[in-house]
């Protein structure tokens, strides 16, 4: 009787959601829903080629340091990589020496407390340190940014859809808004305050065009040249091993495994072959 019960109020709930698609699905295609400017005018990520896709991607390491320098002479000033350490930079090629350096000259210094008076003080950057923001918490920031908080970039890459092709694609994507989007949503236009890229998925957004023109920054290696394509790839691929530093052993033990599954799918039916080599069926 328990599982009578159970059937038919499984069949009720089943066939009320059936009914529910059906009608939601016709309400869809006779009352589709209006078009907005952001349906019409979002723009979906370029088409962007980066060393390290694919199953065998790796990171290139000057284009790793490239895209440091466009961080720290731009996006720096801005933003913070809260997960990243200074001696993390040894992996993309730095040395200890250029890394100390690095750390002593970061802009943004360290809070901490003064050990004679214990009242609070700041000190240089040591390469055990993360690398800090510009603000010292998040009200700062938004008083600083006309009540726009400037994200932790530390996973940016990861916590946006097509992350490297996202970040190069709104790096280089502002423009000033169509007139056809003026034209059709005169609502839309873009407030006092802040920026239209319709590579944002609400087109506005607060951040300025960080990346404004060629030549903003001087590459150390003087190669290749600093456009506003390059620089935003750049630091796109950057910010991409700022949030997955382990990419490159994913792709190497991804490889190993699927050699050994070959390997030992092939011994397998070997020895399947050779034990029923000579059994009739």
Same mark, same amino acid.
């Given at each position: 009787?328990v599982?009578l019960?159970?059937? *038919?109020?499984?069949?009720?709930?089943?066939?009320?959601?059936l009914v529910s698609?059906?009608?939601?699905?016709?309400?869809?295609?006779?009352e589709?829903?209006a078009?907005t400017a952001?349906?019409?005018?979002?723009?979906?990520?370029k088409?962007v080629?980066f060393?390290f896709e694919?199953?065998?991607?790796k990171?290139d390491?000057?284009q790793?340091?490239r895209?440091f320098q466009?961080?720290?002479?731009?996006?720096?000033a801005c933003?913070?990589?809260?997960q990243v350490?200074f001696r993390?930079?040894?992996?993309?090629?730095?040395?200890?020496?250029?890394v100390?350096?690095?750390a002593?000259?970061?802009p943004?210094?360290?809070?901490s *407390?003064d050990?004679?008076t214990?009242?609070a003080a700041t000190?240089?950057?040591l390469p055990t340190?993360k690398i800090?923001?510009?603000?010292p918490?998040?009200?700062?920031a938004r008083?600083?940014?006309?009540?726009a908080?400037?994200?932790?970039?530390?996973l940016?890459?990861?916590a946006r859809h097509?992350?490297?092709?996202y970040?190069?694609s709104?790096?280089?994507?502002?423009?000033?808004?169509?007139?056809?989007?003026l034209?059709q949503f005169?609502?839309?236009?873009t407030?006092n305050?802040?920026h239209?890229?319709?590579?944002?998925?609400?087109?506005n957004l607060a951040?300025p065009q960080?990346l404004?023109?060629?030549?903003q920054v001087?590459?150390?290696?003087?190669?290749p040249k600093p456009t506003?394509?390059?620089?935003?790839?750049?630091?796109a691929?950057?910010?991409?091993?700022?949030?997955?530093?382990?990419l490159?052993?994913?792709?190497?033990?991804?490889?190993?495994?699927?050699?050994?599954?070959?390997?030992?799918?092939g011994?397998?039916f070997?020895?399947y072959?050779?034990i029923?080599?000579?059994k009739?069926?």
């Amino acid at each position: 009787m328990v599982r009578l019960i159970a059937a *038919i109020v499984g069949l009720f709930f089943s066939g009320w959601l059936l009914v529910s698609a059906v009608l939601g699905g016709t309400a869809y295609i006779s009352e589709p829903p209006a078009a907005t400017a952001e349906s019409l005018f979002h723009k979906h990520p370029k088409e962007v080629e980066f060393s390290f896709e694919g199953p065998l991607g790796k990171y290139d390491r000057a284009q790793l340091q490239r895209g440091f320098q466009v961080y720290k002479e731009v996006c720096s000033a801005c933003h913070g990589l809260a997960q990243v350490a200074f001696r993390d930079l040894q992996q993309i090629g730095y040395s200890e020496g250029a890394v100390k350096k690095i750390a002593a000259d970061w802009p943004n210094q360290i809070a901490s *407390i003064d050990p004679a008076t214990g009242e609070a003080a700041t000190r240089k950057a040591l390469p055990t340190d993360k690398i800090a923001g510009p603000y010292p918490n998040d009200v700062a920031a938004r008083a600083a940014n006309n009540n726009a908080l400037p994200p932790d970039l530390s996973l940016i890459a990861k916590a946006r859809h097509e992350g490297p092709a996202y970040l190069y694609s709104l790096l280089s994507g502002y423009e000033a808004q169509p007139a056809e989007l003026l034209k059709q949503f005169p609502e839309a236009k873009t407030p006092n305050g802040l920026h239209y890229n319709p590579y944002f998925a609400t087109l506005n957004l607060a951040m300025p065009q960080p990346l404004t023109s060629d030549g903003q920054v001087t590459y150390a290696d003087g190669n290749p040249k600093p456009t506003v394509d390059q620089m935003s790839k750049d630091v796109a691929a950057f910010l991409t091993w700022a949030a997955e530093p382990k990419l490159e052993n994913r792709h190497r033990t991804g490889l190993g495994v699927l050699i050994f599954l070959l390997m030992a799918t092939g011994l397998a039916f070997m020895s399947y072959k050779s034990i029923w080599a000579d059994k009739k069926h």
